[in-house]
């Protein structure tokens, strides 16, 4: 058969119909419900991966893939019992607790993320939840950041009144702030915070003007119905977030996790794939585990929908593929980094 021929047949193959519910999830007016999201989990592999990249394409240059930096501008030390996280201080990881970042410290770090090609920059903070004088402290860095011309981004845990204001107000794009599980899993990872928490700090930063960033964790021993409990919540935020970073739970010696079985990778691909559908025009991140994770499995997540990575050799304490290994798998997948948004 010509190459000619053959592209015929599949430009002329009818595409897969999105279902009512992808439809109105286009349209952003759709509830998900938990079984919906499980039924698509469930999907043969080729099927999702299919329907995700429809999604996608009709949302994106599947081609282009975003570059966010993280910095740790306040480490460890944190009073929460996350069971996955390096910065609690009650486990003992070796990683020690410092003070908050000077700004000139957090312009070179900034400064250097956009030298090497970041668009977005955020800058996280080891706090159940900041007090006033560490956000007046956060505000000032956040203008620093934002006057190199990137976009800003930072999360520091639970956020009171006004919190979220005096960020925008300095110049804040986005707000990460995940939900991290599903509802009926959070208690067995955190018991110092609850789920609304969550939700609380998340409808502060909408009301702010905001742009909220937030995803989760897989891999921590949930079930797949669990996962789609928590594409569910994210999804059905009103609207859904800008920004879903999905985490592989990176497993930290001295945590309460170190110890947890490998998620199967395929899972976690279906995981991004399930979220580009439920959230068509997220930027969906390829977060934290691509170090574990192999470039074959990092290929099929961006086919899956992912359309942002963390760049960088850090995330906030561990490890992250360096930046000369980014650049080179994306241009071995013929793909880009792409350009600063408009705004
Ligand atoms: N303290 C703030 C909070 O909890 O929102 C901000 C920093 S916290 C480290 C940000 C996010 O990092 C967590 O919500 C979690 O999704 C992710 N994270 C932390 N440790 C991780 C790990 N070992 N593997 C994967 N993701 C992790
Ligand atoms: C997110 O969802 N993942 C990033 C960012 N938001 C702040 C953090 C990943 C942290 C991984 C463990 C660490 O490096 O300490
Ligand atoms: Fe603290 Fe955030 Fe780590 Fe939880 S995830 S222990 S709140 S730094």
Known sequence: MSHVAEQTITLHRPRPQASQTEQAAQAGEQRWS??????????????????AQTVHRENFDPTRVEFATLLSVKTGGCAEDCGYCPQAARYDTGVEASKLMEPAEVLAAAQRAQAAG???????????????????????????????GLETCATLGMLEDGHAQTLQSAGLDYYNHNLDS?????????????????????????SAGVKVCCGGIVGMGETRRQRA??????????????????NNLVKVEGTPLANQA??????????IAVARITMPTARVRLSAGRQQMGDGVQALCFLAGANSIFYGDKLLTTGNPDTE???????????????????
């Open 34 to 51: 938990v079984d919906a999201i499980e039924a698509l989990f469930n999907l043969p592999f080729p099927e999702l991966m299919h329907r």
């Open 118 to 148: 970041a668009t977005r920059f955020c800058m996280g903070a080891a706090w159940r939840s900041p007090k006033d004088r560490d956000i007046e402290k956060v505000a000032d860095l956040v203008r620093t950041v934002k006057a190199l």
């Open 182 to 206: 599903a509802p009926d899993f959070y208690g067995d990872i955190i018991t110092t915070r609850d789920y609304q928490d969550r939700l609380d700090t998340l409808a502060r930063v909408r």
């Open 229 to 246: 409990g928590l594409v569910a919540e994210l999804a059905n935020l009103t609207p859904y977030p800008e920004s879903v970073p999905i």
């Open 262 to 271: 490998d998620l199967d990778p395929f899972e976690f691909v279906r995981t």
């Open 325 to 343: 290994a980014d650049v080179k798998l994306l241009e071995r997948l013929g793909m880009s980094r792409s350009a600063p948004e408009v705004r």
